[in-house]
């Protein structure tokens, strides 16, 4: 069973319930309760918000990852305010390929308008492998139109790419 649908949470539970999952000490454990927060049906953006913004302080790459792409999968992050907390979020994550995973989930998004898709490209510049970069940014070309402020941002980003053999996969992705 889902753990969000097995721990519905009446909606003024929700903040009482985030302020006690920042209290805990373990990684995973505040993992799971983000998760079941993000999982409430009717979340509000601003409660949406906050959760982002609570899971930040996650110090396992992995576990915040799991919890950010969980949103990724189940929220509309298009608005600027979500992006930006997701954003924050992601930009903690130190493992590279992590950090590219759950930028790629943002990236398959349909609806992000070019703001939030420079600000995409540039929270990608903190990935520092460059087949992880490559794979990130393979996959918003293929999702996005690289053209205008994005193709500037694109093109800055992948300039980060030392290995000729990556850059000339994402060369190739964005003349598709």
């Known amino acids: 069973m889902d753990l969000a649908a097995r721990y519905a949470l009446e909606p003024r539970l929700r903040e009482p319930f985030l302020q006690a999952a920042?209290?805990?000490d373990s990684d995973h454990t505040a993992g799971r309760v983000y998760t079941v927060l993000l999982g409430q049906s009717g979340?509000?953006?601003?409660?949406?918000?906050?959760?982002?913004?609570?899971?930040?302080?996650i110090e396992s790459d992995h576990t915040l990852g799991d919890v950010l792409v969980h949103a990724a999968e189940g929220h509309d992050l298009s608005n600027a305010p979500l992006m930006d907390a997701f954003l924050r979020a992601?930009?903690?994550?130190?493992?590279?390929?992590?950090?590219?995973?759950?930028?790629?989930?943002?990236?398959?998004m349909d609806r992000i308008g070019d703001r939030e898709q420079v600000e995409l490209l540039r929270t990608a510049r903190g990935i520092g492998s460059d087949h992880s970069l490559a794979e990130f940014l393979v996959e918003f070309a293929d999702q996005h139109d690289v053209s205008g402020s994005v193709r500037a941002a694109f093109e800055e980003t992948m300039n980060q790419i030392g290995s000729s053999h990556s850059r000339d996969r994402v060369s190739a992705a964005i003349r598709r």
């Open 90 to 108: 992601a930009s903690t994550i130190d493992s590279d390929h992590t950090l590219s995973m759950t930028l790629i989930q943002i990236a398959r």
């Open 22 to 24: 920042a209290t805990l």
């Open 43 to 57: 979340l509000r953006q601003d409660e949406l918000a906050a959760v982002l913004e609570a899971a930040s302080t």
